[in-house]
C-alpha cells in the first residue's frame, strides 16, 4: 500500500486524473470501478478536462459504479447516478451502454444484487478501482460489520453514514436508509485500487486501514490485502493522522 501525500483535493485529482487516463491510454478498453462522494470530485473534473484538451477518450472504456442508494431513480438530484451523469458521463464520450449501475428502483432487490454481480463477473479483470472512505471506514456502502461481504448486498446505512451525508439533502429525514452496494470481495478484486482520503474526519478511518487489525469492524481495512493499492491524502488529513496518533505517513 502506497501512500501520496498531496497539498489539496484539487492536485489530488489532478495526480489521480492523470494515471487514471494514462492507464486508459495503454489499455482502451479498460475496466474501471467508480465511486462517489466528494473526493473522487476533482479526480472527475481533471479527467473532464484531460477529455476536452484531447489527452484521453472513454469511447470503449467500461465502467460500473460501486453503490446506489435504495428508493431513488436516476433523475433524482441525490441519487449517485444523477451525481455521476452531473460530475463526469455527461462530459466524456463514454457510451451509456458501457456504464454499469445499481437501479435504485429496483422492485427485487435480490435479483438486482444478482444482475450486478453477473455483470462484474463477466469482467475478466478490473483495471482501476477508485474508492473514497466514510469517517467510520466504510467502503462504498460497506458499513462495519461482523462479516465482510464478498458480493453485493443491501446495507442499512448506520446513522453516522447517513448524517455525512445529509448534506446533499435538504433534511435528515430524506436520507435514504438503505443502499445497493458492492462488496468487499469484488472491490479487493481490482488489479489496482487507487483511495481519495482528505479532510482531518477521515483521520480515524484512514489510520485504522493503515495501521489496525483487518476486521470487518473497519472495512477499509480489508483493502490492506489488496494486491495493489495507493492512498492519496491531502496535508489536513496527513497532519490530522500526525498529531492525533503520532504517526508519519
Ligand atoms: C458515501 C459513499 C462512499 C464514499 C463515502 C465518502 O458513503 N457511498 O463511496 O467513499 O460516502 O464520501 P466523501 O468522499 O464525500 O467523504
Not at 39 to 60: C, H, N
Not at 103 to 129: K, P, S
Request: glycine share 6%; proline share 5%.
Amino acid at each position: 500500500m502506497n501512500v501520496f501525500v498531496y497539498p489539496n483535493s484539487r492536485e489530488i485529482g489532478a495526480a489521480v486524473a492523470k494515471k487514471t487516463a494514462a492507464l486508459i491510454r495503454e489499455k482502451p478498453d479498460a475496466v474501471i470501478g467508480l465511486p462517489t462522494g466528494s473526493s473522487p470530485m476533482d479526480t472527475y473534473a481533471a479527467l473532464v478536462e484531460l477529455y476536452r484538451t484531447g489527452s484521453v477518450s472513454f469511447r470503449r472504456v467500461r465502467t460500473f459504479n460501486l453503490d446506489e442508494y435504495l428508493g431513488l431513480p436516476a433523475s433524482h438530484p441525490q441519487s449517485f447516478r444523477y451525481f455521476m451523469d452531473e460530475h463526469l458521463f455527461r462530459h466524456i464520450d463514454l457510451p451509456p451502454e458501457n456504464i454499469t449501475f445499481f437501479n435504485g428502483m429496483a422492485e427485487d432487490c435480490t435479483a438486482e444484487l444478482a444482475r450486478m454481480d453477473r455483470i462484474l463477473d463477466t469482467f475478466t479483470t478490473i483495471d482501476l478501482q477508485l474508492v473514497g472512505i466514510g469517517q467510520n471506514g466504510h467502503v462504498a456502502f460497506n458499513e462495519p460489520a461482523d462479516v465482510f461481504s464478498g458480493t453485493s448486498a443491501v446495507t442499512v446505512l448506520s446513522e453516522s453514514t447517513r448524517a455525512a451525508n445529509r448534506r446533499f439533502f435538504r433534511s435528515l429525514d430524506e436520507v435514504p436508509t438503505r443502499a445497493l452496494t458492492l462488496g468487499m470481495g469484488q472491490i479487493c478484486r481490482a488489479n489496482k485500487i487507487v483511495m481519495i482520503a482528505c479532510g482531518a474526519k477521515k483521520a480515524e478511518a484512514v489510520h485504522g486501514m493503515l495501521f489496525g487489525p483487518v476486521t470487518p469492524a473497519l472495512p477499509a481495512s480489508l483493502l490492506r490485502q489488496a494486491r495493489d493499492m495507493d492512498v492519496y491524502v491531502d496535508e489536513a488529513l496527513h497532519s490530522q493522522i500526525r498529531e492525533q496518533f503520532g504517526t508519519e505517513l
